[in-house]
C-alpha cells in the first residue's frame, strides 16, 4: 500500500501534541472547504486533512500509524510484522488496501474515531459524560436528562460550540461503571459525515442500607445475642419491598445470609442476589432482670470462645 505522510498534510512535526494537531486541522479544514475555498483541488485536499486527522485525533490509530515509520509520501509500504494481530483484522491482509481504509478498519475504543462517512466527510465528535442515579434508579430503570456542548460545523467548515439537550433512557440493571452509547447524539457530522455519539459512564450513588457489587447487594443485619443463639424469623427491607429472612439457631457474627434474585435485575433477565450480613448488637443498658438472666447464663455455660489462643 502507499505510504501518506498525515503529519506533513497537516503540517506539524511527529511530536506534535494533541491541541497543535486540532489547531492544525481547523486552519486547512477552514482554508480548503469546498464551500468556500477557490483552490482548484479543494475538495480532494479537504477529504486528506479529514482524513489526517481523523487518525491521529484518536490515541490508538495514532500509535499504530507511529508503528509504520517514516516513510516518502507514494512510497509502497508494509506494516511490520505482528501489527495486523495488535491493531486488528483490517491489517492482516495488505495488498490492495488504502492506508485510509486500512485505519478505518481498526476497531478503536469502544467504536470510536472513525475517520470519515462513505461520503467522504468529517465525523462528528464523540462525547463522554457520567451520570450518577440512585441504587433504586438501577432497580428500576430511570430517565436522565444532558446539558452537552457539542462542536458543529457551518456552512464554512469552521468548527463552533453549540448547547444541545440529550435525554435518556437508563434500562433497569445497569451496572455502576457501566457505559452506555447513544449513537447519533454527539457532534454534528460535517460534509456528509454522520453524526457522533455519547457516551454515558454510570455511576451508583452511595445508599444508606446498601452497597452494591455488580448486581448483588450486602446489607448489614443487627441481631440480639439471643435471637442469634435460638433462631429468628426478622424482616429486612429490599429493593421490592419487606421479607421475612430466618435467622438459624447458632448463627454467628459476620454470616451471611442469601437471599437469592432479591439484588438489581440483571441486562439478561433474572437478578442478583441480596446478601444479609449478621452483627450481633448489644443493649446498650441493661435492666435489673436482664443482668440477672446474663450473670445465669454465664455461671452456667462452659463456652470458650478463646480456647484456640490458649
Same mark, same amino acid.
Given at each position: 500500500?502507499?505510504?501518506?505522510?498525515?503529519?506533513?498534510?497537516?503540517? %506539524?512535526?511527529? #511530536?506534535?501534541?494533541?491541541?497543535?494537531?486540532?489547531?492544525? @486541522?481547523?486552519?486547512?479544514? =477552514?482554508?480548503?472547504?469546498?464551500?468556500?475555498?477557490? &483552490?482548484?483541488?479543494?475538495?480532494?485536499?479537504?477529504?486528506?486533512?479529514? &482524513?489526517?486527522?481523523?487518525?491521529?485525533?484518536?490515541?490508538?490509530?495514532?500509535?499504530?500509524?507511529?508503528?509504520?515509520?517514516? =516513510?516518502?509520501?507514494?512510497?509502497?509500504?508494509?506494516?511490520?510484522?505482528?501489527?495486523?494481530?495488535?491493531?486488528? &483484522?483490517?491489517?492482516?491482509?495488505?495488498?490492495?488496501?488504502?492506508?485510509?481504509?486500512?485505519?478505518?478498519?481498526?476497531?478503536? =475504543?469502544?467504536?470510536?474515531?472513525?475517520?470519515?462517512?462513505?461520503?467522504?466527510?468529517?465525523?462528528? &465528535?464523540?462525547?463522554?459524560?457520567? +451520570?450518577?442515579?440512585?441504587?433504586?434508579?438501577?432497580? =428500576?430503570? !430511570?430517565? +436522565? $436528562?444532558?446539558?452537552?456542548?457539542?462542536?458543529?460545523?457551518?456552512?464554512?467548515?469552521?468548527?463552533? /460550540?453549540?448547547? /444541545?439537550?440529550?435525554?435518556?433512557?437508563?434500562?433497569?440493571?445497569?451496572?455502576?461503571?457501566?457505559?452506555?452509547?447513544? *449513537?447519533?447524539?454527539?457532534?454534528?457530522?460535517?460534509? #456528509?459525515?454522520?453524526?457522533?455519539?455519547? @457516551?454515558?459512564?454510570?455511576?451508583?450513588?452511595?445508599?444508606?442500607?446498601?452497597?452494591?457489587?455488580?448486581?448483588?447487594?450486602?446489607?448489614?443485619?443487627?441481631?440480639?445475642?439471643?435471637?442469634?443463639?435460638?433462631?429468628?424469623?426478622?424482616?429486612?427491607?429490599?429493593?421490592? #419491598?419487606?421479607?421475612?429472612?430466618?435467622? *438459624?439457631?447458632? !448463627?454467628?457474627?459476620?454470616?451471611?445470609?442469601?437471599?437469592?434474585?432479591?439484588?438489581?435485575?440483571?441486562?439478561?433477565?433474572?437478578?442478583?442476589?441480596?446478601?444479609?450480613? %449478621?452483627?450481633?448488637?448489644?443493649?446498650?443498658?441493661? $435492666?435489673?432482670?436482664?443482668? $440477672?438472666?446474663?450473670?445465669?447464663?454465664?455461671?452456667? $455455660?462452659?463456652?470458650?470462645?478463646?480456647?484456640?489462643?490458649?
Amino acid at each position: 500500500m502507499k505510504f501518506k505522510d498525515y503529519y506533513a498534510i497537516l503540517g %506539524v512535526e511527529r #511530536g506534535a501534541t494533541e491541541a497543535e494537531i486540532k489547531k492544525a @486541522y481547523r486552519r486547512l479544514a =477552514h482554508k480548503y472547504h469546498p464551500d468556500v475555498s477557490k &483552490e482548484k483541488d479543494a475538495e480532494a485536499r479537504f477529504k486528506e486533512v479529514a &482524513e489526517a486527522y481523523a487518525t491521529l485525533k484518536d490515541a490508538e490509530k495514532r500509535a499504530a500509524y507511529d508503528q509504520l515509520g517514516p =516513510h516518502r509520501p507514494g512510497e509502497e509500504i508494509r506494516p511490520p510484522p505482528g501489527w495486523g494481530t495488535q491493531f486488528g &483484522e483490517a491489517g492482516s491482509v495488505f495488498e490492495d488496501v488504502d492506508l485510509a481504509d486500512l485505519f478505518a478498519g481498526l476497531a478503536g =475504543h469502544r467504536g470510536r474515531g472513525r475517520p470519515r462517512g462513505a461520503s467522504g466527510g468529517v465525523r462528528g &465528535e464523540d462525547y463522554e459524560a457520567r +451520570v450518577a442515579i440512585t441504587v433504586e434508579e438501577a432497580f =428500576h430503570g !430511570t430517565e +436522565v $436528562s444532558l446539558d452537552l456542548a457539542t462542536t458543529e460545523f457551518d456552512e464554512h467548515g469552521v468548527p463552533r /460550540r453549540v448547547p /444541545r439537550h440529550v435525554k435518556a433512557r437508563i434500562p433497569k440493571g445497569v451496572a455502576d461503571g457501566q457505559v452506555l452509547r447513544l *449513537p447519533g447524539q454527539g457532534g454534528k457530522g460535517a460534509h #456528509g459525515g454522520r453524526d457522533g455519539d455519547v @457516551y454515558l459512564a454510570v455511576a451508583l450513588r452511595p445508599h444508606r442500607l446498601y452497597r452494591v457489587s455488580d448486581h448483588d447487594l450486602f446489607l448489614d443485619l443487627p441481631v440480639t445475642p439471643w435471637e442469634a443463639a435460638l433462631g429468628a424469623t426478622v424482616k429486612i427491607p429490599t429493593l421490592a #419491598g419487606s421479607v421475612n429472612l430466618k435467622v *438459624p439457631a447458632g !448463627t454467628r457474627a459476620g454470616h451471611h445470609l442469601r437471599l437469592a434474585g432479591r439484588g438489581l435485575p440483571t441486562p439478561r433477565g433474572g437478578a442478583g442476589d441480596l446478601y444479609a450480613i %449478621v452483627q450481633i448488637a448489644m443493649p446498650a443498658e441493661l $435492666s435489673a432482670r436482664e443482668r $440477672s438472666l446474663v450473670e445465669e447464663l454465664a455461671a452456667a $455455660s462452659t463456652f470458650n470462645p478463646r480456647r484456640h489462643l490458649e
